[in-house]
């Protein structure tokens, strides 16, 4: 099982940006769809971001244009880039890390490893 430990997420004013991380245990990023996914009080998850072993990346609508995923495999560490933050961006972040074959964005939160989240709330 491979740990995964998120950190960066805060309170932010609408239209600010954050920049989550994820460390990962073990080598993975080059084995293994890598991805994030947020789950609010109430509602269901959503796969925002993810990243290929090739470098190619998808990502939400809702999260298009603002977000951007990337990743550093000399340092075993996923990042998550969020910028204009909005209100309904508040939520619980997690980093995962999904076995193959399974891959894209409806995979995140379904299949793999995930750490233990990190908040974050976009507040006036």
């Known amino acids: 099982q491979v740990q995964l430990v998120e950190s960066g997420g805060g309170s932010v004013q609408p239209g600010g940006s954050l920049r989550l991380s994820c460390a990962a245990s073990t080598d993975i990023y080059t084995t293994r769809y890598m991805g994030w996914f947020r789950q609010a009080p109430g509602k269901e998850r959503e796969g925002v971001a993810g990243i290929a072993t090739d470098g190619s990346t998808n990502y939400a609508d809702s999260v298009k244009g603002r977000f951007t995923i990337s990743q550093d495999n000399a340092k075993n560490t996923l990042h998550l880039e969020m910028n204009m933050l909005k209100a309904e961006d508040t939520a619980m972040y997690y980093c995962?890390?999904?076995?193959?074959?399974?891959?894209?964005?409806?995979?995140?939160?379904?299949?793999?490893?995930w750490g233990q989240g990190t908040q974050v709330t976009v507040s006036s």
């Open positions: 995962t890390a999904i076995p193959p074959p399974f891959h894209g964005l409806w995979a995140l939160g379904r299949f793999g490893d």
